[in-house]
């Protein structure tokens, strides 16, 4: 009995100190993340700062109809859909390529790390030079005798920040697979070999399946890093970028630059509530998928 | 001995007072002849501006304090945080204004932010408003103040102005108080100086081509533009020039109210109006001096005489006058010049301004009855600083002040200064020197007493929305249509924003 005391007591103990350590941690999160967010969604339930008028959701509704917010959210949703399965996809082919290779991984594995490393500035100057009107790419069609296009100011363009996306973020991902792929055991595809499983079916029964939860990892991963890419888009065009790359964060940030704290709060607003709903169904799915399998 | 020594004594005042010789030092006729010497010498080696400011007529020779005592309430205290656009230095009117006020209210405690950085300052300003945290008085000359008005932002001075009992509306430029009203009349801002935008143009290309602009109260940009057109088509000559109208920007500026119709949130970019002029631009010849690049129109250098500047190049038809000194010195009447009087350049019949030097009041400041008697001594009549003319211009920023006083203080300096310039390096004029400087001032405080419009198109945005586009087209890389319809969308994006 003394024991079992000694041990509630021990927990609790322990308890304490895990939270005592957590508190700076905690007390940041709640004053810069936090505070911040209650503090803006307030901003958006007001007419303006001045008056402090309570309006409900009527900035959420406007928001919503306006139209260049939802030029900008179909963009937004057109890229993460595309873009995020993409980068999945193509992360976890690499990590798998990269498994087989027996010389120089670590050599081929940084290759993919770097560009997360680069800064915007310095990837926004490669890939102008890539497909500037006066770029390589327009060099080589004007080489092999093919019509040249102004790459960055046509209908590719969102296409062409897929692709900077994909080249910044392959390697998060990549890292992620490779780490899961190490942790399924090998003798799950002796075991299949043994009994006649094929290359496709040691895919779809054994690897998809063990690699799930680092796929449910890398696709937030992903998600998130797709609100990154703004970074780019936004030393390369500016403020006002043609129709087809006009993302949220553009929206949000001329909202800012014209003081209007209503909508710039309303809108942060919207993509939060994506953003948990989001999470929210990630981490749903996965534990049912968890629990099937199991 | 000393019988001897008074008679001496009488002897010397007889003397001297016959002979002119005396202890006194008034002599009339010698006074006067003295007089006109000096006011010879005035006109050829330039005395000091100071003494022709301080003369009698124009009862200025006060000193800053004895003009402050009338209209100041010595009873004020408080503190006030003021954001400046500007470096800090003697030619800051802010910064001067700010050390008089203090030095007579004594209760009073200014301090002043000082920004170099327009980019960097616009963001500031947007965070400070929006928190709450913005100065009691801010500097809006660069930054495009009207969303922040629309905003609820800033307070409205209309109701501060006419609740101040030393404020004398009469003093002012009331016509450009009213070209800055909003939607709603309300005035969110108060400019302390304004500019008139005018054109000189090349004499005998206007006569030659029946351009007499100067009889007709005005041109408007896209006259210059048709005009400049016609001519080189005319005269075979692609090298004609409109110097420092030389960049696509200037026509976007000054027809922007054309082609946006910002209530109805429409763009009329893709009309075939539109396409006509976009095909004018490219026509646009650039001088050496002005280049389009990438990332922004360049900018002409324009010499101090416009004489110079046409005769230095005979393509030249066109030339910007816009500050205080251009204005005046194309008024004046040199001889032997061979550009026209200023010609207003107008939008919608009315003249076309901007304000470089706006300033507005925080509508959450709890300090707005001060800040707008901070805001309404800058504004009011001062002794300006006459060591050199150049100093007042930049105490307000080359703009014409609005206060009536400092105005034709500033314009009579600015037209002596210019006349004893233009007598170094070689011009001359006929006619009395004051009957000229008072006419050129009768002329310029007519058309600074018009109703004008203000033209204060956010150059960022311009840079973001149009340039992109406007320069793949300038340099042949899209066409006329293209850059049209994609303008077209990207202003709409902003519109509906």
């Known amino acids: 009995m003394n024991v079992t005391i000694r041990r509630r007591n021990k927990k609790k103990y322990r308890e304490w100190v895990l939270w005592l350590l957590l508190l700076p941690s905690l007390m940041g999160m709640l004053i810069f993340y936090l505070l911040p967010f209650f503090l803006s969604m307030y901003y958006a339930m007001i007419d303006n700062v001045v008056s402090h008028r309570f309006v409900g959701l009527q900035n959420f509704i406007d928001t919503f109809h306006n139209l260049s917010f939802q ?62 009107v006066n770029g390589i790419l327009n060099w080589v069609l004007y080489s092999v005798g093919l019509p040249m296009k102004n790459w960055l100011e046509s209908e590719w363009v969102l296409g062409i920040v897929i692709i900077i996306f994909l080249w910044k973020n392959i390697g998060i991902g990549m890292i992620l697979f490779w780490t899961g792929l190490n942790r399924i055991p090998k003798t799950y595809y002796e075991m299949a070999r043994v009994e006649g499983g094929g290359a496709m079916g040691q895919l779809f029964h054994i690897t998809l ?86 | 001995m000393n019988k001897f020594l008074k008679f001496i004594l009488v002897l010397v005042i007889a003397i001297g007072n016959l002979t002119g010789c005396s202890f006194e030092t008034k ?61 800090d230095n003697e030619t800051n009117l802010i910064a001067v204004a700010a050390k008089e006020f203090q030095d007579l209210h004594p209760e009073v405690k200014i301090q002043i932010q000082f920004h170099d950085d327009v980019l960097k300052y616009q963001a500031q300003t947007s965070v400070e408003l929006m928190s709450n945290t913005a100065a009691d008085i801010i500097d809006l000359s660069y930054i495009p103040y009207e969303r922040y008005a629309a905003a609820g932002l800033l307070a409205d001075l209309y109701p501060l102005m006419n609740a101040d009992d030393s404020f004398h509306k009469e003093d002012y430029f009331v016509n450009v108080f009213e070209a800055f009203e909003d939607s709603q009349n309300g005035l969110a801002v108060v400019p302390l100086s304004f500019i008139f935008n005018s054109v000189t143009m090349r004499q005998d290309f206007m006569k030659s081509f029946d351009a007499e602009f100067e009889n007709r109260g005005g041109i408007s940009y896209q006259q210059m533009l048709d005009l400049y057109v016609r001519a080189q088509a005319e005269m075979e000559d692609e090298n004609l020039y409109m110097s420092e109208f030389a960049s696509a920007t200037n026509w976007f500026e000054f027809e922007w109210d054309n082609l946006v119709d910002t209530r109805n949130k429409k763009a009329y970019m893709n009309t075939p109006e539109f396409l006509s002029n976009l095909e004018k631009i490219k026509r646009i010849k650039l001088t050496e001096n002005v280049t389009q690049t990438k990332d922004g129109p360049g900018v002409l250098g324009g010499g101090y005489f416009r004489d110079k500047i046409f005769k230095m190049n005979p393509a030249v038809l066109f030339v910007l006058s816009s500050s205080i000194e251009d204005i005046t ?88 200064e210019t006349l004893r310039k233009g007598g170094v390096v070689g011009y001359s004029f006929s006619g009395n020197r004051t009957a000229v400087i008072e006419e050129s001032m009768a002329q310029v405080e007519k058309w600074c007493g018009m109703k004008g419009k203000v033209m204060q198109m956010d150059l960022n945005l311009f840079l973001d929305l149009i340039y992109p586009d406007l320069y793949q087209y300038l340099i042949g890389k899209q066409t006329a249509e293209q850059t049209a319809t994609r303008i077209q969308t990207k202003t709409e994006i902003y519109l509906n924003e």
């Open chain 1, 71 to 132: 030029q900008a959210l179909k963009n937004t949703a057109f890229f993460i859909l595309v873009g995020v399965p993409l980068n999945l996809i193509c992360s976890f082919t690499i990590a798998n390529l990269l498994k087989k290779v027996t010389k120089l991984k670590v050599f081929f594995g940084l290759i993919f790390l770097i560009p997360m490393i680069i800064p915007a500035g310095a990837v926004v100057f490669v890939w102008k030079s890539i497909f500037d």
């Open chain 2, 329 to 416: 010195q194309t008024l004046l009447p040199f001889n032997d010049m061979i550009y026209s009087k200023p010609i207003p350049i107008i939008s919608d019949g009315m003249p076309t301004m901007y304000a470089p030097f706006v300033f507005g009041i925080t509508n959450t400041t709890q300090n707005k009855e001060l800040a707008w008697k901070f805001l309404s001594y800058c504004m009011a009549e001062r002794a300006l600083p006459v060591k050199e003319v150049d100093t007042n211009s930049f105490l307000f920023r080359l703009g014409f002040p609005i206060n009536k006083q400092n105005f034709r203080k500033l314009v009579k300096a600015v037209a002596n």
């Open chain 2, 27 to 87: 002599n009339d006729e010698l006074y006067n002849s003295k007089l006109e010497e000096i006011t010879d010498h005035l006109d050829k080696y330039g005395e000091s501006v100071d003494e022709l400011i301080k003369s009698p007529q124009n009862g200025n020779n006060w000193t800053q304090k004895e003009l402050a005592t009338d209209s100041t309430d010595s009873a004020l205290s408080g503190t006030l945080r003021i954001s400046v656009m500007w470096p």
């Open chain 1, 209 to 294: 399946v063990y690699i799930m939860p680092t796929g449910f990892v890398a696709a937030l991963l992903s998600i998130i890093n797709s609100f990154k890419i703004f970074k780019e888009i936004f030393l390369l065009f500016g403020n006002y970028p043609s129709e087809w790359v006009y993302l949220l964060q553009h929206y949000m940030n001329n909202q800012f630059l014209a003081a209007n704290a209503q909508k710039l709060s309303a809108s942060a607003g919207i993509i939060s509530a994506f953003i948990v709903s989001v999470l929210f169904f990630f981490f749903h799915s996965q534990r049912k998928l968890s629990e099937h399998f199991s």
